[in-house]
T-cell receptor, first 114, second 113 residues
Framework: DGGITQSPKYLFRKEGQNVTLSCEQN?????MYWYRQDPGQGLRLIYY???????QKGDIAEGYSVSREKKESFPLTVTSAQKNPTAFYLC?????????????FGSGTRLTVV | QQQVKQSPQSLIVQKGGISIINCAYE??????FPWYQQFPGKGPALLIA?????SEKKEGRFTISFNKSAKQFSLHIMDSQPGDSATYFC????????????FGTGTRLTVIP
């Protein structure tokens, strides 16, 4: 089945640690996105990538980093510089050829700072 | 700055009733307006979408109404069912270019039997 796989489903981070969230898609989509979801704030864009080896900051990129070495993979690193990382993180992908939406979301990773 | 404003934040509807969620936007360059449905612990899934060249789009019990002059659009869920209980997000984007989606803050819908 084609889709987006995010792992792990739950992640716990200690203060001062960097953690990496995985996002893999087998949809042959060109563009990939990372969103952060907090209660009452909707989905906010962290980073996005339109093609391999290229990515741009979204609205809340501070304290996060990404890489796009393969078309299928777009990992997100939450660094120790992110002061309030506890949130639900969603990865999405989209084919650039689609005139309509074409966004497919993963099932998310819930990150908690302990 | 919230590009898309959504209300209400939460909504409780009796089974069989009509659920109405409203959204407003400022950027007149937006030309694509999708609605997403999200169940707890899951990612959002596309429910229905509309382009600004039509005023209404209906798919089953779900209808989008679009008012271009007022820069507002709304989701109507007819004959609401307990299985419709979820969080609903409106969104907007420009289909050309980066095509990033700008989301509303979400509405938690509860349909009581």
């Amino acid at each position: 089945d084609g889709g987006i796989t995010q792992s792990p489903k739950y992640l716990f981070r200690k203060e001062g640690q960097n953690v990496t969230l995985s996002c893999e898609q087998n949809l042959n989509h060109d563009a990939m996105y990372w969103y952060r979801q907090d209660p009452g704030q909707g989905l906010r864009l962290i980073y996005y990538s339109q093609i391999v080896n290229d990515f741009q900051k979204g609205d809340i990129a501070e304290g996060y980093s990404v890489s796009r070495e393969k078309k299928e993979s777009f990992p997100l690193t939450v660094t120790s510089a992110q002061k309030n990382p506890t949130a639900f993180y969603l990865c999405a992908s989209r084919t650039r050829q689609a005139r309509w939406d074409g966004y497919t979301f993963g099932s998310g990773t819930r990150l908690t700072v302990v | 700055q919230q590009q898309v404003k959504q209300s209400p934040q939460s909504l409780i509807v009796q089974k069989g009733g009509i659920s109405i969620i409203n959204c407003a936007y400022e950027n007149t360059a937006f030309d694509y307006f999708p609605w997403y449905q999200q169940f707890p612990g899951k990612g959002p899934a596309l429910l229905i979408a509309i382009r600004p060249d039509v005023s209404e789009k209906k798919e089953g019990r779900f209808t989008i109404s679009f008012n271009k002059s007022a820069k507002q659009f709304s989701l109507h869920i007819m004959d609401s069912q307990p299985g419709d209980s979820a969080t609903y997000f409106c969104a907007a984007s420009i289909l050309t270019g980066a095509n990033n989606l700008f989301f509303g803050t979400g509405t938690r819908l509860t349909v009581i039997p």
